[in-house]
């Protein structure tokens, strides 16, 4: 009866306070109404309605405010993951002055001192006005560490991987996914390209291609040639790795023939080793002696990797391909005489000039990578037309004596005498009386360490030259 009683009263008192909650509420209700509309009469509507979008749009923009990450893992489905690579070599390269922790070592390929970025610091970089932040994360995985060999190199166990963390504001999801990863990458290659050893191939004794670092030190800048040839190629090159796009347009197989023809010691082989330095190229020395059948060849060619040179040199105008006694690409010349002594010519039906020149047009239609194909010869004329045909041999460049411009090259590289010399008009006049190679007057150079005793000297040799050129009486 109690309970009863005092369960009445209570909701008697609920009653009481549920009308005085009523009460108070449309109290209130009255009051922000009065607020209302005392602000609408006081403030302007523009000030209102400004007020409110930049109110909207702070909280929108904080609610937006999610941060990306992205993981760059070491390995890829159990590969090397090329991504991870780049990412390791291009943040060297944007740490600033303020960044405090660093990675240092050496390898044994590479000249200069190496860098990398450790875990303890994050490096920052910017893109299209973004800021990615990027960290390195060492993972180890130590469950199965029991089996683990204490005494082999950490790396090589695989129980310790890394991942770089890249992290961004959600905004820029797609600039980050559709062109930064990419341009990491692209950096990376860049790199890549320039620190590259250009190798050098040649047919070994298993009659398979074995590559060597191709130490031969011809650049462009050494090369004596007259400026407006040297410069003509450099764009013929330039331009044939611009136009991938242009020869796949129009069905042309990306590849261009250059036929270098010259006297021994004009620097046909310089040439090639210059044009392999500025394309960043590797070398195929394709020494026709190692090759013994048409299977053999073709066999060789394949084995050729892309962007590559693939050189033969000496090809000489018969049908049968010629075999010569000795390898000579890439061989320093030190005479200017007739070179034919050095062929030993046996004629071999094992296969012909024009069935190479079948396999490689077959071989360039089938792979749409570049390939550049050099041939050179010291006598054009003997060449056979099969090879001069359009299309085969794009460019034939000839290869002189030296003439008084590309001396300046030899002097400058040779005896660092830049500009004007006493001795030059001489030099020069003697250059237009005889003909002597780029060979012959480098070793000329080399003999006295004094530039004037040098250039004095290289005067009586040219003196001696035009008079032993002279018509005997
Ligand atoms: N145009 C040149 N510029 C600079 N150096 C040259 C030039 N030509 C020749 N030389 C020098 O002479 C050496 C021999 O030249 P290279 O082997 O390039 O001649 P080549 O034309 O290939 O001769 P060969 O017909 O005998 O093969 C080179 O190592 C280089 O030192
Ligand atoms: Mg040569």
Known sequence: MRSSMGTFSSSFTNVRSASSWFELYAAFST?????????????????????????????????????????????WDGH???????????????????????????????????????????????????????????????????????????????????????TFDEKHRDVVMNKYLLHVLNAYQEMQAKQRTIKIHSIGGGRCWQKSDLTHPASFKSLALDPEQKQGIIDDLDRFLRRKELYKKVGKPWKRGYLLYGPPGTGKSSLIAAMADHLKFDVYDLELTSVFSNS?????LKETSNRSIIVIEDIDCNREVHVRSKPKAFSDSDSDSDNDHKH??????????????????????????ERILVFTTNHRERIDPALLRPGRMDMH?????????????????YLDVEGDHPLFQQIDDLLEKIQVTPAVVAEQLMRYEDPDVCLEELVQFLQQKAKESLPLD
Not at 296 to 300: A, F, H, K, N, V
Not at 401 to 409: E, G, M, N, P
């Open 344 to 369: 030993v010519q046996i004629k071999t039906n094992r296969f012909t000039l024009s069935g190479l020149l079948n396999y490689m047009d077959g071989l360039w239609s089938s792979g749409g990578e």
């Open 80 to 166: 090397t993951n090329q991504l991870f690579q780049a990412v390791q070599e291009y943040l060297p390269t944007r740490i600033s002055q303020s960044y405090k922790s660093l990675k240092v070592g050496k390898l044994p390929k590479h000249k200069n001192i190496l860098m990398a970025v450790d875990g303890k610091q994050e490096v920052v970089d910017e893109f299209e006005n973004i800021t990615l932040k990027w960290k390195l994360v060492e993972q180890s995985s130590r469950k199965d560490s029991d089996n683990r060999d204490p005494l082999r190199p950490r790396k090589s166990t695989g129980f310790e991987r890394e991942s770089f963390y890249l």
């Open 31 to 75: 009051f922000i109404m009065l607020l209302r509309s005392a602000i609408n009469d006081l403030i302007p509507q523009q000030v209102r309605s400004f007020v409110h979008s930049k109110l909207k749009a702070f909280f929108t923009s904080r609610q937006k405010s999610n941060v990306v990450s992205i993981q760059v893992a070491e390995l």
């Open 296 to 300: 053999d060849l073709m066999r060789t």
């Open 397 to 413: 460049i000839h290869l002189s004596f030296l003439t008084s411009k590309a001396f300046r090259i030899l002097a400058s590289n």
